[in-house]
C-alpha cells in the first residue's frame, strides 16, 4: 500500500473542494477507498488553525479531525523528536513549517504531495503534484 503525506496546501484544496491536478484527487480518492495511507503533519493542522482564525481559509482543524476520525487510512503524524531532528539537516528547505512536513514524510518514507518549488527542489523526499 502506497504511503503519502499532504502539505497544508493540499490539505486545504482537498477540504475546500477547490482545484486539484487529476492525479491528487485521485490518490486523495484511493485513500478514501482504503487503497493508500495518508498522512497530515500536526504542522499542517497548526498551520490550517492559523490559517483558519485569520480567515484566510474557510475550512477548519475540526474538518481535518473529522476526516481522520472517519476514514482510518486519513492519518495525523504527531511531531516528535526525532521529526525535529531530521528536519533541522534539511537546509535546501528555509522555512520551518515546510522543513517539518518534508521531514514527516521522510521519516514514514513517504511521498509527499506538495506544489511547494522549494521543498519539490530540494529533492530531499519523492514528491508528486502534476499530471503532467
Do not use: C
Amino acid at each position: 500500500m502506497n504511503n503519502y503525506v499532504a502539505d497544508t496546501m493540499a490539505i486545504v484544496l482537498y477540504l475546500e473542494n477547490r482545484r486539484l491536478p487529476n492525479n491528487i484527487k485521485t490518490i486523495f480518492n484511493e485513500v478514501a477507498q482504503g487503497k493508500a495511507t495518508m498522512y497530515f503533519s500536526a504542522i499542517s493542522l497548526m498551520e490550517i488553525g492559523y490559517l483558519s482564525e485569520k480567515l484566510r481559509i474557510d475550512t477548519s482543524i475540526f474538518s481535518v479531525l473529522k476526516l481522520t476520525e472517519e476514514n482510518k487510512n486519513f492519518v495525523i503524524h504527531s511531531l516528535d523528536s526525532e521529526t525535529v531532528i531530521e528536519a533541522f539537516k534539511i537546509r535546501a528547505i528555509p522555512e520551518l513549517h515546510d522543513r517539518l512536513i518534508t521531514a514527516a514524510s521522510f521519516m514514514l518514507k513517504a511521498t509527499l504531495i506538495t506544489n511547494d518549488p522549494i521543498i519539490r527542489q530540494s529533492k530531499y523526499v519523492k514528491t508528486i503534484w502534476q499530471d503532467n
